[in-house]
């Protein structure tokens, strides 16, 4: 499906999988598949924020990552014995439009053009993504010499210019300082200054206020929304605090275990969610007002390398029958433009806030 004329970017039915050896009683090695990322699909539209939600492992990273091309092979592998670690990884199918340009059919050079340029990313733990051998200020100019030859007095200038768009203190005096010498939080907004110098349309925020202490968090997320519009900025927010989705986002998307659960625009997904994931989820949220008891979802995130047949929520839902455990539900419009997945939907109680 292509995306729509008001959709800047569009994926359709992405699956990353990642393979990885597995130790046997015999000390031999199994590969097992890790369905990381299992038919996805969303569109971001011109000027929106799209969240991207759930629990740690679910495969919001891999989306992001998918996007731009950049699964990595992790570890090596020598034949099928067991010597290594393996996991490794490769986009098995799926599309991702951007501006009529179908990203995963280009070349490695081609896809570069895109990246940083077009589509740039805020990786979490901004300090250690940074090179700790390098200067801030020549690290954040490098994202422009990436894409172009800029005069040295000129591309200076620019580096000044976007730290100090991002209210990094004393620029000029700290530029070619290394990573080290930085908070957490000015490391952040050291990689936002990095993703915004290039002008992109689309920004992804992986976790952009992972680590930090509330205050620089509310600083953080400040920054991001005056970036957003100050630069006529979509974005895709991927996190697991929904607070900060509710804050940042136009519209959301619940992930579990490689699959999306739920998507809706942000007031349907937090009034009325129809999947018993996102209600799990926004119970366990505390609230200043309101009378709803605060309860955690049951059992654990489920162990990628053990594959759920059926829904893949169904061992932790308290709604589970028979067929949840054969059928995969397919997601499905419940209302225009509320699609959940649960073959359940219409049984399910409404929820209350």
């Known amino acids: 499906m292509l995306p729509s004329s008001n959709e800047l970017l569009r994926v359709n039915n992405l699956r990353t999988y990642f393979y990885r050896a597995q130790k046997t009683d015999q000390f031999r090695a199994v590969e097992v598949t890790v369905k990381a990322v299992d038919g996805v699909s969303f569109g971001i539209k011109e000027g929106t924020t799209l969240g991207l939600a759930g629990e740690s492992g679910c495969g919001k990273t891999t989306v992001a990552m998918s996007m731009l091309n950049l699964i990595p092979h992790l570890f090596k592998v020598e034949g099928f014995v067991f010597k290594h670690v393996i996991s490794k990884g490769e986009i098995v199918s799926g599309e991702v439009w951007y501006r009529g340009t179908d990203l995963l059919k280009l ?139 509710a804050e940042l986002s136009d519209y959301v998307a619940v992930m ?59 061992p932790r839902c308290p709604y589970a029958i028979d067929a949840c455990k054969r059928e995969e539900p397919p997601l499905a419009e419940v209302k225009p433009g509320h699609l959940t997945a649960c073959i359940r939907v219409d049984e399910i109680p409404a929820w209350q806030d």
């Open 256 to 314: 579990y275990a490689g699959k999306i659960m739920e998507h809706s625009d942000v007031v349907s997904i937090y009034k009325n969610p129809r999947h018993p994931y996102t209600q799990g989820l926004l119970a366990a949220v505390p609230r200043l007002h309101g009378k709803k008891e605060i309860k955690g979802l049951s059992g654990e995130p489920p162990n990628p390398l053990v594959e759920i047949s059926g829904c893949r929520f169904h």
């Open 107 to 245: 070349s490695e050079e081609e896809i570069g053009h895109f990246r940083g340029k077009e589509i740039a990313m805020i990786f979490q733990n901004p300090i250690p993504a940074l090179n700790p051998l390098e200067g801030i200020g020549y690290q954040v100019g490098e994202a422009v010499t990436a894409h172009e030859k800029t005069r040295m007095e000129k591309l200076r200038g620019l580096v000044f210019e976007y730290l100090g768009k991002v209210e990094l203190k004393d620029v000029k005096q700290r530029y070619k300082n290394d990573p080290h010498m930085f908070s957490g939080g000015e490391g952040q907004r050291i990689m936002v200054a990095m993703a915004l110098i290039n002008g992109p349309s689309l920004l992804i925020a992986d976790e952009p206020t992972k680590s930090l202490d509330v205050i620089v968090q509310r600083q953080v997320l400040g920054l991001l929304e005056a970036m957003k519009k100050q630069f006529s900025l979509s974005m895709l927010l991927i996190t697991h605090d929904l607070s900060i989705i």
